[in-house]
């Protein structure tokens, strides 16, 4: 099969005249949304872009959250071991082992694809419609998909579930401020209880409250704005070598939910500094897999805050109904292995969990083993 070449002036052609032509033919009536080439005039610009000042442009996932004047279509490239790796070092502490780099970069691309998701929901409706780029591989490969080419869930897909429910909470951190938004996309509005409490990384929790909050119909509310400043603010007179100090708010968390009686309808978790500079504690994971109506399940708890909970079997594969999830101190969950081809004492032979705090520590045995 002999390889074609399209150029900028035979793709222009393809989309602006043969396209165009036959969408006219069909469907004269139909207007077409056109997508603007890159680095136009976003604020004038109709139609959507192409922006790839992250991953591409080596953009900080913050990049987001402070350019949410544009219409976009956000997708992600494989961009070789070198971008993950640079992006890795930004993030996080350097990871103990290989293991931990291929973890903590499924971690990465699931979280920058949530920061982009959460920021441009809440811009609704300036900002309407988000997509991720992309679902699946038609070959074994690494890519951005948030499934290999068997099949089988990256950290991405787990995460997609959350940040792409209809009904969303989430936050925006400015400092010691917190905005909590709410996100409706369905067609009535939902009434509820917004519930959040401030914690340190000892299991120690500060201040909590609730207040009773309305979404309106398919659109986005500004829900509350917490000013911490007073716990969670820097000492002025101590200062670092880095633009921002954060060895005060590098010691707490904010959790927040959207509840309807006992029914949680969203939740979430901020973060007052990055992630590789958290201090974080050996959370002390225990777990215990059994059966349960026919189906094994993972009952998960921990004694201190665990980040990014990865459950899995060593050297094999098992889809859970949950993963790479944050799990409060104390709390249990249970989650359920919904896809494993092996036994039950197979799996919890092989069953391992770990969170962000053992992808650095260095005194810290694993695989995590159920107890």
Known sequence: MSSIKFSTRSS????????????????????????????????????????????????????????????????????????????????????????????????MHGEGMKVAAESYRCNYPRTRGVLYWQLNDNWPTISG??????????????????????????????????????????????????????????????????????LPTNGSTLLAELDLAHVVGENPEHTTYRDTNYANRARYYLTYRLVQGECVLSSNISFFAPFKYLALEQPQLRCQVAKENDCLVVTIAAERFAAFVELGLANDYARFSDNYFHLLPGKLKKIQIVECSLVEEEVSRRFYVKSLFHSFAEDVSLPAKCC
């Open 145 to 214: 998909s948030s499934m290999d080419y068997f099949g089988r869930w990256k950290a991405l897909q787990y995460m997609v579930r959350h940040f792409f429910n209809p009904v969303l909470v989430c936050g925006r951190v400015e400092g010691a401020r917190v905005k909590i938004w709410g996100v409706n996309d369905l067609l009535q509005e939902v009434p509820g209880t917004l519930e959040w409490a401030l914690a340190r990384f000892d299991g120690t929790e500060i201040k909590r409250g609730a207040q009773d909050v309305l």
């Open 12 to 107: 222009r052609k393809l989309l602006g005249r043969t396209i165009q032509s036959i969408r006219i033919g069909l469907a004269a009536r139909i207007t077409r949304w056109i997508r603007k080439a890159d680095k136009l005039d976003y604020e004038s610009a109709s139609g959507d872009a192409h922006l790839w000042d992250v991953w591409h442009g080596d953009q900080p996932f913050s990049w987001y959250v402070e350019h949410l004047d544009y219409r976009l279509s956000h997708r992600n490239q494989d961009l070789g071991n070198i971008t993950i790796a640079r992006y890795l070092a930004s993030m996080f502490k350097m990871p103990n082992g290989f293991e931990n780099w291929a973890y903590l970069s499924q971690v």
